[in-house]
Structure formats: structure tokens, C-alpha cells
């Protein structure tokens, strides 16, 4: 197994993007990037932790690439938009990836470099190595899977799933 940590605004929504892979073979909702120790939810979303909700992802590479990580991790947000995605405003919010080792580093920063030409703005994806990684509350854990009638989840997260289903849809059909 190998970990990835992304953050691309809300992390229900990340998570739920994520679980969508095979190969993915769990996805914890958390804060990283930050400069206090084990931080609450309602200290992180003060803004004042320096932490971004993000995701850390547990993936067989044998079954989905990294890279194919990345290729859903920035088709399911905005990684123009600074310290935002959609509803969601503040620096916990902002796009971020976090690798674990000099490899990972090197892969998005290529992917990043490449991906930037694509886009008429700025990619602002911050990209950063993992420092120290804390996991959510437990009612942020599966929050997707756990209230899919949840107003937020339907306009936000339901449309990240969908996505996923239907752009990776090959990649899913292959295991």
C-alpha cells in the first residue's frame, strides 16, 4: 500500500471522489499543512491553524497509478481558485497536495507544470511535502456515504461522485 494526501476544499467531497477508485482502499477525512497540534474541526475552520481539510488516501499503485490519483484529484476541483472551492472560503479550503516522499514531489510537480498550460489562470495548487497528518472527527469520516440526502453533499459532493463515475468510468470497470 501507499498514502497520498490531497486537499481540494471540503474534504467530504474529496473523500467521496476517492472512494470511488478501485485500488482506493481507504480515504481518512483530516488537517495537514498547518502549525498547531491535533487541531479541532472548529479551530481549522477559524483559519487561524494554517490547516487544510484534506484527504489521505491508502491505494494499491498496483491497481491505481498516483498519477491517475492526480487526474481525479484535479478534475474534481478548481486548483485556479485561491484559499476557495465553490462555497467554501478560507485557507482551509485551498488546494493543496502533500506528498510523502521525493517521488511523489517530483510526479506532481510535472503534473502540476503540464496541467497549468491547460488553464487560461494560474494552477494555485500548493505543493508541499507531508509534515504530520490529523485525522477528522469521526462524524466527518464517510460523511458522504453516511448523509447522501444531506443538502450540501447533493449540490457538492454528489456532483464530484458522478464525475468520477463518469470520466474515470473505464479505469473503475477494469477491476
Not at 140 to 148: A, C, G
Amino acid at each position: 500500500m501507499t498514502t497520498a494526501t490531497f486537499g481540494g476544499g471540503c474534504f467530504w467531497c474529496t473523500e467521496a471522489a476517492m472512494k470511488e477508485l478501485d485500488g482506493v482502499e481507504s480515504v481518512t477525512s483530516g488537517y495537514a499543512g498547518g502549525h498547531v497540534e491535533d487541531p479541532t474541526y472548529e479551530q481549522v475552520c477559524s483559519g487561524d491553524t494554517g490547516h487544510a481539510e484534506v484527504v489521505q488516501v491508502e491505494f494499491d499503485p498496483d491497481v491505481v497509478s498516483y498519477d491517475e490519483l492526480l487526474a481525479v484529484f484535479f478534475a474534481t476541483h478548481d486548483p485556479t481558485q485561491l484559499n476557495r472551492q465553490g462555497p467554501d472560503v478560507g485557507t482551509q479550503y485551498r488546494s493543496i497536495v502533500l506528498y510523502h516522499d521525493d517521488e511523489q514531489g517530483e510526479q506532481v510537480e510535472a503534473y502540476v507544470a503540464a496541467l497549468d498550460e491547460e488553464y487560461e489562470d494560474d494552477v494555485v495548487t500548493e505543493l508541499a511535502p507531508l509534515e504530520e497528518f490529523y485525522e477528522a472527527e469521526e462524524y466527518h469520516q464517510d460523511y458522504f456515504e453516511k448523509n447522501p440526502n444531506d443538502a450540501y453533499c447533493q449540490m457538492h459532493a454528489a456532483p464530484k461522485v458522478e464525475k468520477v463515475r463518469e470520466k474515470f468510468q473505464s479505469k473503475l470497470e477494469q477491476a
